[in-house]
C-alpha cells in the first residue's frame, strides 16, 4: 500500500511504544519519517534502522520539548530533512505520572502541561507555517479518552490531553483556510511489554470493558494516523478519532 507516498512526516516521541507504532506505519504507507527522541537514542536508532531495513527512509532527530526554541528547531530540521517540505506532523510526546492531586506541586502540575500541552503549540505553530508557504498538510495529536474520562491519580494528564482536543478544534479552524487538516486521535489502553505483569487487576478490567476484547496496540494508533494523514481523511477537521476498543460506548451508570 502507498497512501502516503511522497509524504515527510515527524513524529515525536517516537522512540518506542505508541511513537514507534506511529512512526513504522506511516513509513510503511510510503512516508519518508524524522523520529523524534529526547534522551532514548538508541531505541530512535532502532526504528529508525527498521524503517531503512525495508526501504525507507529515516532520520533520528533529538530536542528537548519543554523548551519552545527546541521544538521550533526540530520542525524546522524535518523539513529541511525532507528537502524543505514537511506534509504531516503528529505530536505524540508526553508524559503520563500517577500523582495525588492533593499533594501536587504548582511545578509538577506545569511540567506536565508544558511537556503534553506546550509542546503541542510550539510543534504544531511553527509546523503550520512551513505548510501553509507549501500546499498544506496534516497534524495530528496524540490525546487520550481520559481527555473526557479522568482517571484518579492522572488529573493532570487528563487536564492536559482535554486541552489538546480543544487545541486540535481551534487550530482546525484557523489553518483550515491554508489546506492544513488538524485532528486528534485518543487511545484507550495501549498494551506494552510488562504491562499485564504490572497491572493485571487494571488489565483484566480492561478487557471485561472492552466491547472488542482486547487492549490497544501500537499499531492501532499508527492505522489511525495513517488515516488522518492519508488523502483519505482530505474532509476531516477538528475531529477527535477514539480508538479504544469501544469502551467509550460502554455505559457509566
Known sequence: MSLLNGQTALVTGAGGGIGRGIALRLAEEGAAVAVHCRTAVEAAREVAGVIEDAGGRAVVLRAELTDEEECRRLVREAAEWGGGRLTALVNNAGVQPVQELAGMTAAEWRHVLDTNLGS???????????????????????????????????????????????????????????????????????????????????????????????????????????????????????????????????PTW
Open 120 to 250: 503541542v503549540f510550539a510543534c504544531t505553530q511553527v509546523a503550520a507555517a512551513l505548510m501553509r508557504d507549501t500546499g498544506g498538510g496534516s497534524i495530528t495529536h496524540i490525546a487520550s479518552i481520559e481527555a473526557r474520562q479522568p482517571a484518579p491519580l492522572h488529573s493532570h494528564y487528563s487536564t492536559a490531553k482535554a486541552a489538546v482536543v480543544m487545541h486540535a478544534r481551534a487550530a482546525a479552524q484557523e489553518y483550515g483556510p491554508h489546506g492544513i487538516r488538524v485532528n486528534t486521535v485518543s487511545p484507550g489502553l495501549i498494551d506494552r511489554a510488562g504491562l499485564a505483569g504490572a497491572w493485571p487487576e487494571g488489565v483484566e478490567r480492561w478487557r471485561r470493558a472492552a466491547p472488542l476484547g482486547r487492549l490497544g496496540s501500537p499499531r492501532d494508533i499508527g492505522d489511525a494516523c495513517v488515516f488522518l494523514a492519508s488523502p483519505l481523511a482530505s474532509w476531516v477537521s477538528g475531529h477527535d478519532l477514539v480508538v479504544d476498543g469501544g469502551v467509550s460506548a460502554r
